[in-house]
């Protein structure tokens, strides 16, 4: 496609339950961020996939986050026993392999959890 | 620890006004600079990427400058107009470990242009 695309664009769940976020990126970028945006709060970084280097998780914040990406297209990042605080919207970005490309962003996943 | 600051973090001005937003970053050893939009309940569309080796970009009526040694980034918007109005983040990807990584963000500036 011509841009990034993510899915759900909303989700809602209940604590405790598990949800998976997919993230498309755009077609020969191998570089892939997920970035976690809490309700008045900045991007924060989770994980950060770059060809089939190992990924870096620096900020996923428990061991509850987990991401995957495969065949280096294709995201999906999993949230287990969700809690309220997970309540976020989750964005993933894409770029090309080259440091100083630019970032494009999905239009991402609300994550609800009651 | 890189930190990433954005003032003011809200600003309105009348339409065709011309207007600076600025951004502030701890660590100079920064590789690029990008600056952001960001509309109500949509991703982030990248606006003007600056790499370190340079000082200044720009498209259409916006341009971004570049002051590494002092930490400093301005966005420059041209004669206003509604349709500009959203949330402006700038964020910068730093060296680390001998290559780049992650893009860390400012807080952002919810920019108002009234008609």
């Known amino acids: ?114 | 620890k890189q930190e990433v600051t954005q003032i003011p973090a809200a600003l309105s001005v009348p339409e065709g006004e011309n207007l600076v937003l600025n951004c502030s970053f701890t660590d100079s050893a920064i590789y690029n600079l990008q600056w952001f939009r960001q509309d109500p309940g949509k991703g982030l569309t990248s606006l003007l990427l600056i790499q370190s080796s340079q000082r200044e970009q720009t498209s259409g009526r916006l341009n971004a400058s570049l002051d590494k040694s002092s930490g400093r980034s301005t966005l420059y918007i041209a004669a206003s107009q509604p349709g500009d109005s959203a949330t402006y983040l700038c964020a910068v990807k730093n060296f680390v470990g001998g290559a780049t990584n992650k893009l860390i963000f400012g807080t952002g500036t919810l920019l108002a242009v009234q008609p």
């Open chain 1, 1 to 114: 496609g011509a841009g990034v695309s993510q899915s759900p664009s909303n989700k809602v769940t209940e604590k405790g339950k598990d949800v998976e976020l997919r993230c498309d990126p755009i077609s020969g970028h191998t570089a892939l961020y997920w970035y976690r945006q809490s309700l008045g709060q900045g991007l924060e970084f989770l994980i950060y996939f770059q060809g089939n280097s190992a990924p870096d998780k620096s900020g996923l914040p428990s061991d509850r986050f987990s991401a995957e990406r495969t065949g280096g297209s294709v995201s999906t990042l999993t949230i287990q026993r969700t809690q309220q605080e997970d309540s976020a919207v989750y964005l993933c970005a894409s770029s090309l392999a080259q440091g100083g490309s630019p970032l494009h962003f999905g239009n991402g996943t609300r994550l609800t959890v009651t």
